[in-house]
Antibody, heavy 122, light 110 residues
Framework: QVQLQESGPGLVKPSQTLSLTCTVS??????????WSWIRQPAGKGLEWIGR???????NYNPSLKSRVTISIDTSRNQFSLKLSSVTAADTAVYYC??????????????WGQGTMVTVSS | QSALTQPASVSGSPGQSITISCTGT?????????VSWYQQHPGKAPKLIIS???KRPSGVSNRFSGAKSGNTASLTISGLQAEDEADYYC??????????FGGGTELTVL
């Protein structure tokens, strides 16, 4: 059973770079053909897709965040990561990693991590 | 790309059926059969309940069903149960390799 777990600092200073890692367990991360995404949710608000990466390393980003986002993958460690630069208070949110959409799965986010809260504050 | 439009809240009594709408445009929901729905209980991660407009993942109750007509997708929950009380989000592929969520609907079971 595939499981995802986010990790990283819970507090980031304004103008700095937010860095999170998602560790995938229970599957053949390097050989399976899946996309892996980052999604965020500010407190009391809706969900926002940030971007995705394929196991080959190909990435797609939300146009509204593209200039500040980098998603990378390390198949040897069963991990993929998010970097969001020049953060402001508006980037304060729960950040989720998820499997999908597309690739060997449906056009949906079918497995989610539990989420990690990131606060941007000095 | 604007968020898809969902009602802020819906309610129903146990045993009843409710439908949550998700309205987009001819460029997103109307153009692609790539609509999914998620259930989110307070403090928990979202859970996929419908993919590709009307497909139910293994393990999801058959009380949940999805449909699409024109630029509007819908989620129907039949035989409402107390455990269905949660927030529900739709999501659609909107072209240019981008996905957008709806604003979310709070379901109250009376």
């Amino acid at each position: 059973q595939v499981q995802l777990q986010e990790s990283g600092p819970g507090l980031v200073k304004p103008s700095q770079t937010l860095s999170l890692t998602c560790t995938v367990s229970g599957g053949s991360f390097s050989s399976d053909y899946f996309y892996w995404s980052w999604i965020r949710q500010p407190a009391g608000k809706g969900l926002e897709w940030i971007g995705r990466i394929y196991t080959s390393g190909v990435t797609n980003y939300n146009p509204s965040l593209k200039s500040r986002v980098t998603i990378s993958i390390d198949t040897s460690r069963n991990q993929f990561s998010l970097k969001l630069s020049s953060v402001t208070a508006a980037d304060t949110a729960v950040y989720y990693c998820a499997r999908g959409p597309g690739g060997a799965t449906s056009e949906a986010f079918d497995i989610w991590g539990q989420g990690t809260m990131v606060t941007v504050s000095s | 790309q604007s968020a898809l439009t969902q009602p802020a809240s819906v309610s129903g009594s146990p045993g009843q059926s409710i439908t949550i709408s998700c309205t987009g445009t001819s460029s997103d929901i109307g153009a692609y059969n790539r609509v999914s729905w998620y259930q989110q209980h307070p403090g928990k991660a979202p859970k996929l309940i419908i993919s590709d407009v009307d497909k139910r993942p293994s393990g999801v109750s058959n009380r949940f069903s999805g449909a699409k007509s024109g630029n509007t997708a819908s989620l129907t929950i039949s035989g409402l149960q107390a455990e269905d009380e949660a927030d529900y989000y739709c999501c659609s592929f909107v072209g240019s390799v981008t996905w957008v969520f709806g604003g979310g609907t709070e379901l109250t079971v009376l």
